[in-house]
């Protein structure tokens, strides 16, 4: 997705001009998204005053959201985290991907799972709601059972606000991911491979006032409904596609992504 872009911060000023700007547009805006792909990762006093600015120029402001990262949020303290959640930061969406720490390895996500949870518990702590998710196919066929164990493991000692699973989707990518990232014997799962992988780390799953989602297009099943109380529903819509080949409850192969 950031293959053509080198990551960096704006200054104030620009960001300054974007946000009074937009409050001209849209001065009746309650929700507020912070772009791009890794905002915590600015110096706690810039973000502070990008918050301020947009609690002052919008008016009807409910929150803001944002991305984070395992690595950003090890390094704010709960003290800064609450300091963000007083100027109405409310959910954090954060890629977890997997919580099997050779696949984290692997894919260089910079964290390991222990680093992960306390993480997103320590923005818990701090008032902010997170929203957390897994990337199906991440371990490929070998890896595949214990990707789907280890991370409703994470996910479990987590607790997240919201969860979702996205699928591994490579494109031109595949043969460098499964050659030279993963180390050779990589295969990237198939349909009904994805959807067993799936069923894994639902049926493990402890979770408590969680919306569970896999709507998202690049996912062979799209499911949803509230954890714990939809749980046995979602796992039965799980086992009723994985027994016929030709189900309308799953996504054709032309459709995903779209």
Not at 80 to 95: P, V
Not at 98 to 104: F, H, I, K, Q, R
Not at 118 to 136: H, V, W
Not at 204 to 228: I, K, M
Request: some cysteine; glycine content about 8%.
């Amino acid at each position: 997705m950031y293959k053509g872009k080198r990551f960096r911060v704006r200054p104030f000023e620009e960001v300054q001009k974007d946000i009074i700007e937009m409050s001209w547009l849209q001065p009746h805006t309650r929700k507020v998204f912070l772009a791009d792909g890794d905002v915590l990762a600015a110096d706690t006093g810039f973000i502070i005053n990008v918050l301020d600015l947009i609690n002052e120029k919008f008016p009807r402001l409910e929150r803001i959201s944002s991305y984070a990262g395992p690595t950003n949020l090890m390094e704010k303290s709960a003290s800064e985290l609450r300091e963000f959640k007083k100027r109405k930061l409310d959910i954090l969406y954060l890629g977890i991907e997997s919580g099997n720490e050779d696949v984290l390895k692997k894919i260089c996500k910079g964290a390991t799972g222990s680093q992960i949870i306390n993480g997103c518990k320590k923005a818990i702590d701090a008032g902010l709601r997170m929203s957390t998710i897994i990337l199906l196919g991440l371990g490929g066929v070998k890896g595949s059972y214990d990707h789907a164990k280890d991370s409703a493991k994470v996910v479990n000692a987590i607790g997240p606000h919201f969860l979702a699973c996205l699928t591994l989707m490579l494109g031109p990518y595949e043969e460098i991911y499964e050659k030279k990232l993963m180390g050779g014997d990589f295969k990237l799962l198939d349909k009904k491979q994805s959807m067993i992988e799936l069923r894994w780390f639902v049926e493990d799953l402890e979770l408590s006032n969680c919306r569970f989602g896999t709507e998202h297009a690049s996912n062979y099943l799209p499911l949803n409904g509230d954890l714990p109380g939809d749980k046995d529903r979602i796992l039965k819509l799980i086992d009723k596609a994985l027994g016929d080949d030709h189900s309308r409850l799953t996504r054709p192969e032309w459709a995903r992504g779209l």
